[in-house]
């Protein structure tokens, strides 16, 4: 059987969304979304970016929301398509928002994690995600 067989690119392909999935996932909620929950829990005066005029604690909620839950989702591949809207929106409003005028280099995080939520979000999460488990449970107990 060769390595770049039917099956095995099937498999292969899965295995990759896993990784990008969970490196995705674990990254921004480590790497920023935990910096900012604690920002909301400290109980220190809230500074923080307010794009959408909603204010700024309704801001940081709202990006906190989708870097720490919705990446947990999405490294579980639980929800993952559903989990990654809202992360999508935090990447594009930091993209065109909070850095458009800060260059390349500090937008390119955020561009980076966009086009790998996106990827996600068209091919899904893979085979070996949550939600893959789910929907054979209910496609096995189906009345």
């Known amino acids: 059987m060769s390595v ?11 295995l ?9 996932g674990v990254a921004m909620c480590f790497g ?3 910096g ?25 909620a709202l990006a906190v929301f989708a870097e720490v839950i919705c990446s947990i989702l999405l490294a579980l591949g639980l929800f993952t398509r559903l989990a990654l809207l809202p992360l999508i ?15 390349f280099g500090v937008m390119e995080k955020g561009l980076l994690y966009g086009v790998g939520y996106i990827t ?13 488990f789910v929907k054979r449970k209910k496609v ?4």
């Open 140 to 143: 096995k107990y189906k009345y």
């Open 120 to 132: 996600l979000l068209l091919t899904g999460p893979g085979k070996y995600a949550l939600d893959t």
């Open 36 to 60: 900012k929950w604690s920002s909301l829990f400290s109980g220190e005066e809230i500074k923080f970016a307010d794009p959408f005029g909603i204010g700024m604690l309704a801001s940081l």
């Open 4 to 14: 770049l067989s039917r099956n095995n690119r099937n498999n292969l392909t899965d």
């Open 32 to 34: 920023h979304g935990l």
């Open 89 to 103: 929106v935090t990447m594009l409003v930091a993209i065109f928002s909070v850095h458009i005028t800060d260059g």
């Open 16 to 24: 990759g969304l896993l990784i990008l999935r969970v490196f995705l």
